[in-house]
């Protein structure tokens, strides 16, 4: 089936460092997120973006953090700087489409913050 | 807000097990349901998806019923396998004509299945 593609899998920084984790999307999709999830616990959702612009952030999304996707390349999640509570795995996903289009997931980074 | 919840954080079975995992939804409008396995060093990929009330979802011996009477989409299989070992999350997505929606989860429910 379609594939996320995340890189790296796993990141190890110094807290206040800053971060960029990667994300190579779907070819033909259009709509992109951002999910938290801490030691294989519920995902939480960050962040959707859609035509350069972000639609929609949770309370997680912090000043800190930011995406883009410059030219079509990879969707990026920056944190600068990084916290201590920041240290999770981050998955990407996109979709098609809007509603009850399927999104599908990259395998995640895990970033460890130390 | 939406949400979703899933009340067995873990659940143990033998091979050939009947399986039932609990899920409960909250929303203003009629949602898309969706159930996501995530297998270990994975991301979630969808298992199965209703978007219709009262239908079912069925895939690979899985089966949820859209139930909007108890806002329910209970997560069954007839007998499991030591391969359906994951951890499986409930979702749905709150479709607004005009927004952008997104994803919501529940908190998930970590199978074990043994020999």
């Known amino acids: 089936g379609p594939k996320v593609l995340q890189i790296p899998s796993h990141q190890i920084i110094d807290m206040g460092q800053m971060v960029t984790l990667n994300c190579d999307p779907v070819?033909?999709?259009?709509?992109f997120y951002w999910y938290k999830q801490i030691l294989g616990q519920q995902m939480e959702f960050l962040v959707n973006?859609?035509?350069?612009?972000?639609?929609?952030k949770s309370k997680l999304f912090k000043d800190q953090f930011s995406v883009e996707r410059p030219d079509g390349s990879y969707f990026t999640l920056k944190i600068q700087p990084t916290a201590l509570e920041d240290s999770a795995v981050y998955f990407c996903?996109?979709?098609?489409?809007?509603?009850?289009?399927?999104?599908?997931f990259g395998a995640g980074t895990r970033l460890s913050v130390l | 807000g939406d949400s979703v919840t899933q009340k067995q954080g873990q659940v143990t079975l033998s091979e050939d097990d009947f399986l039932f995992i609990n899920c409960t939804y909250s929303?203003?409008?009629?949602?898309?349901l969706f159930w996501y396995v995530q297998y270990p060093g994975q991301g979630p990929q969808l298992l199965l998806k209703v978007t219709t009330a009262n239908n079912k979802g069925i895939s690979r011996g899985f089966e949820a019923t859209y139930d909007k009477g108890t806002t329910s989409f209970h997560l069954q299989k007839a007998s499991v396998q030591e391969s359906d070992s994951a951890v499986y999350f409930c979702a749905l997505v709150h479709i607004a004509s005009s927004s952008f929606s997104k994803l919501v989860f529940g908190q998930g429910t970590s199978l074990s299945v043994v020999p």
């Open positions: 996903a996109s979709s098609p489409g809007l509603g009850g289009n399927t999104l599908y």
């Open positions: 929303t203003t409008t009629y949602p898309t």
């Open positions: 070819s033909n999709h259009l709509y």
């Open positions: 973006f859609y035509n350069g612009k972000v639609m929609e």
